[in-house]
């Protein structure tokens, strides 16, 4: 359900031949009262999917990041371990830069704007959760996911309900949906931020007397209050239900979300420099994320040849590392011959089990054990890329 908007041209910045192009705000009669700026010759009335427009001439490739919530900082802890530090001149300037990446420009913009601008050409990237990739892209085809999965912002979009009074013995949705009190004069009276997503996951589930209604913030207070019956909200440890005596119900969940890295395929397929950006961030992305957690062990062991060292190893089941153990001899120098009494074993192991590695690495005469932190696995080339590539019809 779309909000009310208001137009309000501030100023005509461009009339050439066709389409006109004006800068506008709008104002939403939300919660917050919320403004709307944006750059753009297509009106966007409240949620409402944005159209093409008329795009503005440029040679550099946009990034946009969240400008604030959860997932900015995330997103530029990111950013930074994977060696593409943002440069953010002062703190409410909302453009920047990634010294590695000359080309690119970072935008800061809220979430959902990432997305809109996406569709109208002023972004070509974007880093957001997919919850706003889907509420706002609307299954837009021309939004695709590069990288589905940057392990932050995990959360579901779920139905919640109150843990008492009628919905006591209410337990999933399609007890839910049975329930026979929903009239069209009464209907189930759900508040929710997603006002696409969660209507049309309602509807197909089979609820049919449903009245939606929008508030930006602190949903769970609504069911109390005795604005709503029920919620349609992100959940990630589950505490504000459970605080708020709410519960999830069983077949609830409108949608998985992390945050993701979305691009533009219009971008991707015409504009010079994205798709390269595009690849090299998804390397960077993807052999950043895959090291996480996997520590480098190297150690020394007494032996014979490298293939005893090698059997003692692989017999230890926490010592096999991704495609088995690097050995190598270390020469001294011993009566002027050069001898190997040591090999040096190199493994990647798991952070969580570096104590059983360590354990196990001693048991079979390892000594001056090294630990190092991975910043990149780099595998062959990628099933992400790849994917991507066939999307594009490239
Ligand atoms: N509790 C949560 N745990 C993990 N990720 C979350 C949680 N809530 C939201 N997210 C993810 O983080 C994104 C940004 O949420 P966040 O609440 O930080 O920003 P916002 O809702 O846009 O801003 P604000 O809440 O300040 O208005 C969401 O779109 C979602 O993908
Ligand atoms: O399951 P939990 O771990 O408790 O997290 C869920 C809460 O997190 C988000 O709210 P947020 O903190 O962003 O506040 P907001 O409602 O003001 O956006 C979301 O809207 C839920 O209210
Ligand atoms: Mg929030």
């Known amino acids: 359900m779309a909000a009310a908007a208001a137009l309000d041209l501030t100023g005509i910045i461009q009339s050439s031949s066709s389409p006109l192009t004006v800068r506008w705000k709008t104002k939403r009669r939300s919660s917050k009262n919320e403004m709307i700026y944006c750059s753009a010759a297509t009106f ?28 900015s900082d995330q997103t530029l802890d990111l950013l930074k371990s994977c060696q593409l530090t943002v440069r953010k001149p002062n703190p409410r300037q909302y453009t920047a830069d990634i010294p590695l990446l000359p080309n690119l420009e970072v935008w800061f913009q809220r979430p959902k704007d990432i997305v809109r601008k996406l569709q109208l050409g002023d972004l070509d990237l974007g880093i957001v959760g997919y919850d706003i990739v889907s509420e706002y ?74 009245a939606v209604t929008t508030a930006d913030g602190a949903l769970e207070s609504c069911p109390a209050m005795g604005t709503a019956d029920a919620i ?22 409108v949608l998985q979300s992390q945050a993701v890295l979305v691009a533009s395929k219009r971008s991707l397929r015409s504009r010079e420099g994205v798709l390269e950006i595009t690849h090299e961030m998804l390397e960077r992305l993807e052999a950043h994320l895959r090291a996480t957690g996997e520590i480098m062990v190297t150690a020394n062991m007494r032996g014979n040849t490298a293939e005893e060292v090698a059997h003692r190893v692989l017999t230890q089941t926490s010592l096999c590392g991704l495609q088995g153990p690097t050995i190598s001899p270390v ?3 011993r009566d002027s011959k050069v001898k190997v009494d040591y090999y040096a074993i190199n493994i990647v192991v798991p952070q969580k089990s570096l104590y059983k590695s360590i354990q196990q690495l001693r048991s079979i005469g390892g000594s001056g054990v090294l630990v190092s932190k991975l910043t990149y696995i780099f595998d062959e080339e990628t099933p992400r890329w790849r994917k991507l590539i066939s999307q594009l019809g490239m």
């Not at 966007?44 to 997932?71: M, N, Q, Y």
């Not at 949906?177 to 049309?200: I, N, S």
């Not at 349609?232 to 969940?253: A, F, I, P, W």
Request: glycine share 10%; net charge negative; charged share 25%.
């Open 44 to 71: 966007i009335a409240g949620d409402v999917a944005p159209t093409a427009t008329t795009e503005v001439e440029r040679s550099v490739v946009r990034l946009g990041i969240p400008s604030k919530g959860r997932l």
């Open 137 to 210: 892209g609307q299954e837009n085809e021309d939004l695709v996911i590069v990288h589905d999965a940057l392990q932050y912002g995990d959360c579901r979009l779920a139905v919640a309900i109150p843990k008492e009074g009628i919905f006591e013995n209410i337990n999933s949705v399609d007890e839910l949906t049975k329930m026979t009190q929903w009239t069209a004069e009464r209907p189930l009276r759900v508040v929710t931020g997603f006002t696409y997503l969660g209507p049309k996951f309602l509807k197909e589930k089979g609820l049919k007397h449903v």
């Open 232 to 253: 349609v909200d992100l959940v990630s440890s589950g505490t504000t239900l459970r605080e708020n005596n709410l519960k999830e119900v069983e077949g609830g969940t």
């Open 331 to 333: 020469y001294c120098l």
